[in-house]
Each structure stands twice: as C-alpha cells, then as structure tokens.
C-alpha cells in the first residue's frame, strides 16, 4: 500500500488529488491532502472580489465535505517542515506525516518585501493574490470610491503573473465607469515588461497592439521597463529603463489606490529542503514532473522552477497558468500510477499557455503552443465572449471542486468557448 500526500489544496492540489483517487485503486492506496486551511479558493476570481462583483462566498468551496465524499483525507495544518530524506512531514499542529509519494503544490510565496513599502500588510499597495488580498483592497476600492483620486495598476520587478494586473486595470477601469467616477480617477499602468502584452511570454501574436489599444482606448496611461523602487503613502517612486536597462526617466507617481502584483518565490518549507529547489525556492522538477534529487517528490503548478522565456531589461519570469497546470497534473497522476504498478514515468507535461483575460465588459484570449516562441500556434483575439467565457471558466471550476470531477475543464470547456474542438498536437 502506498500513502501519496498532496501540499496545497489550491487549483493544482485539488485538481492532482481528486484525478490520484479516480486513478488509484482505492483498497490499495491512500490519497491525503494537507492544506493550510480546509477551503478551496478560486484564485482566478480575485480581481472582480477587489470590485465587489464577486465576494468569498461565491468563490470558494469547502473542501473537508468534497474531499471526504471521495474517499480523499485532508488535514487543515500547514506544512512547516519536510524531511524529504525521511520522507516525512511535520505540520503546525504538530502532527507528522510520513508519505511514499509526495506532491508540492504550494503556489507562491508572495515576496512583497523585496520592494520597500509594496503590500497590504507592511506597505501601501493592494493585492489581488489571495482572496483576503482581494476582499482588502475591495474596502480600498470603496474609499477611493468615497474620494476619487489617481490609480496605479501593474507589476514590480520580478513578477511572472502579469495576466491580473492587466485584468485588474480593465476591470476597475469598467467598474468605476459603471459608477459615473471615471474621469475623476487618472490610470497609470506600471510593468516590469519591457513592452505592453509581452506577458513573460514574449508577447502572444499581436497582444501588444491588442493590449496597447484596449488601455489608449481606455485613456489608461503606462509605463514599461519600470522598476518599482519604493512606495510611500499615496506616492509610488518609479524608474522606467531603456532597452539597454539604463534609467531614462524617474517618476514619482500619486495615487490613492494603487494594486501592484509582486515577484513570486517557493514557500518556505519547500524552500528549505537542500538540493530540492533553485535559489528562488521553486521546486526542480525533471520532464517528469519529478524532482531529480528526490524521485519520489513531484510538483506542479506556480511553486515549479521554469527559466524565463528571454532576458529582459527589467527581469520577468514566466507564468504558469490554469491549461499548463491541468497538463502538468495529468503527467504527475500517470506518472505515479505507472510507477505504483512497477513501470517507468512516462508522461511529460505539454507546457502550452492558453488563457482568458477578463476586461470587465470585454475580454482578450489567447493560445501560445509552446509556450516560449517561437511557437507552432499563436492566437490572440478580443471580445465580449471572453468576458462570457470568463464566468463559464469560474462557474464549471467551482462545480468541479465541489463535484471532485475529473473533468479537464480546459480540453472540455475554455477551448470550446474559443471555437477551439481539441488540442490534437502540442508539437
Ligand atoms: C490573481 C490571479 C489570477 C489568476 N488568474 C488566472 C486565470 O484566469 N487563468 C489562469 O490560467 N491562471 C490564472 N492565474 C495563474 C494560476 O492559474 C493561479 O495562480 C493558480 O491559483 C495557481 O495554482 P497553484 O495550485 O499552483 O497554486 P495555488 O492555487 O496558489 O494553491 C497553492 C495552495 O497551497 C497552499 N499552501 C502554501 N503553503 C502551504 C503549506 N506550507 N502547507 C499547506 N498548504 C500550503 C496555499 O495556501 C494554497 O491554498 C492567476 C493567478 C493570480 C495570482
């Protein structure tokens, strides 16, 4: 009999437990996960939390009853401590766990502190990362609201999710126009990207026309290349670079509300196994999803060490979004069935981006096969039906948390929602 513990019950977590238990047989093996709390929180929902259109009751799923119906335990305690040598666990309410097979999906470490005043908790900026990020910059949103002024949107140095940002500032945009407030409320969007819609991915066919226009035709101004230096109350001091990295220009921008993603980094615990993960604490993983250190660990999701799709001025990392994470699941699940029955991992991840962007009224999609170019597809398009196809997404995720589905809700529903039947080759 085997014991396989899953780390994290977010998108990856949930998605690699319930597909573990319909793979494993059920009398032979144990499928257990520990999350740091026992809700399922759709992430990909935070930016319309932080506007009021979404709140925590509409966007996440208790996990103790959906887990359990199928058979899958879950223990709400943190990790704090894996003794990947032991193959044993140790968790905040002291309990140990010891595992046969081992699955991080922790997600991100926000790394808040590496820009002097970012973040909800030390400094001035909101946060649409983790729901109650969301839900605080939402009461944000209500004062600036109350007392309109300027608003900064974007991404520091570092950062590899820049997909919400954008959102963000569309929604927010859509949201403050619905309330009559927008043209009292000047928009700068600020990026590490060195151009609009390169998106740590090297831009997606034409997203930077695309993009460029959807924040001209929005009057949202913006700034590339910018570094994030400090942040003050209501002042965010920015220096934007040129190709060549060289300062060319320094602002000092006001604002009232401002919301800037951070650079990601691994948890702490996973951080802290030797020879398990790079400097930044992302967890090394081989074609297999496996660790080459530890076989017997496998990960998935943002906490997988990736190198960036091409050096940029300003440093960018690459994201990993909801398709990637579905394939790099898939992978782990066969890979660890083929070796509970005495053969060798053979599935490899397809580390393709496909995504939707909400805009607040519209919304822009977009398909990169592979993911770093040059690419085999490239598609980008903007509509109201991603807007549509958005709320789909959210709505058939949900269910499925809450079902314990094994539905891949990409292959079997964003692709449709895009005219797109099925992904045949990813070559
Ligand atoms: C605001 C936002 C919007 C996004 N929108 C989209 C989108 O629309 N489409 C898309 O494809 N991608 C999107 N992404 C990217 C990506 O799909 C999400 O970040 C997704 O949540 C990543 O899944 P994950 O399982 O890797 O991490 P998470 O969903 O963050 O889950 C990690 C879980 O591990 C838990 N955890 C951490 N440390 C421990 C510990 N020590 N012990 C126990 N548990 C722990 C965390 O609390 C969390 O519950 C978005 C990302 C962000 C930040």
Not at 3 to 10: C, K, L, S
Not at 62 to 87: M, P, R, Y
Not at 175 to 191: A, I, N, S
Not at 330 to 347: D, R
Request: hydrophobic share 40%.
């Amino acid at each position: 009999m085997a014991h396989v513990v899953v780390i994290g019950a977010g998108i990856g977590g949930m998605t690699v437990a319930y597909d573990l238990r319909a793979e494993l047989d059920k009398k032979q093996h144990r499928v257990t996960v520990i999350g740091d709390k026992d809700i399922f929180e759709f992430t990909p929902s935070n930016p319309w939390v932080a506007v009021g259109w979404r709140d925590r009751k509409t966007t996440t799923v208790d996990i103790k009853k959906s887990l359990g119906k199928k058979g899958i335990e879950l223990i709400a305690s943190a990790v704090t401590k894996i003794d990947a040598e032991q193959n044993s666990l140790t968790l905040m309410n002291e309990q140990s766990v010891s595992y046969d097979y081992l699955v991080i999906t922790t997600g991100p470490k926000l790394a808040f502190d590496e820009v002097p005043g970012l973040g909800p908790h030390n400094g001035h900026t909101q946060s649409v990362c983790t729901l109650s990020h969301a839900e605080h910059s939402f009461e944000n949103f209500k004062a600036l609201s109350k007392e309109p002024g300027p608003v900064v949107v974007g991404a520091v140095q570092g950062a590899s999710c820049f997909g919400p940002a954008y959102e963000y500032a569309f929604i927010l945009e859509s949201e403050l126009r619905k309330r009559k407030q927008r043209d009292r409320v000047p928009m700068t969007f600020v990026t590490s990207e060195p151009y609009i819609g390169h998106l740590g991915l090297g831009g997606v066919g034409d997203s930077k026309s695309l993009l460029e226009s959807a924040l001209r035709k929005r009057h949202i101004k913006w700034i590339t290349n910018a570094k994030t230096t400090r942040v003050e109350d209501g002042v965010m001091h920015v220096d934007e670079h040129d190709d060549a990295g060289q300062v060319i220009r320094q602002h000092e921008l006001p604002f009232k509300h401002a919301m800037m993603l951070p650079a990601f980094k691994g948890v702490d615990p996973v951080a802290a196994v030797e020879g398990l993960c790079n400097p930044r604490g992302f967890v090394l993983i081989d074609g297999k999803q496996r660790n080459p250190k530890y076989p017997n660990i496998y990960s998935a999701g943002v906490c997988v060490a990736i190198p960036p799709v091409e050096q940029t001025p300003i440093p960018t990392g690459t994201p990993k979004t909801g398709y990637m994470i579905e394939s790099m699941v898939t992978a782990i699940v066969h890979n660890i069935a083929a070796e509970l029955a005495g053969k060798e991992p053979q599935e490899t991840a397809t580390w393709s981006a496909i995504c939707l962007a909400d805009m607040g009224d519209t919304g822009a999609a977009f398909v990169a096969i592979p993911q770093i170019p040059p690419r085999n597809v490239t598609w980008f398009k903007e509509g109201k039906w991603v807007h549509l196809a958005k709320i789909a997404y959210e709505k058939y995720f949900l269910k499925k948390m809450k079902a314990g589905s094994t539905e891949p809700i990409y292959e079997k529903y964003t692709l449709k929602a895009m005219g797109i039947k099925r992904l045949k080759s990813e070559g």
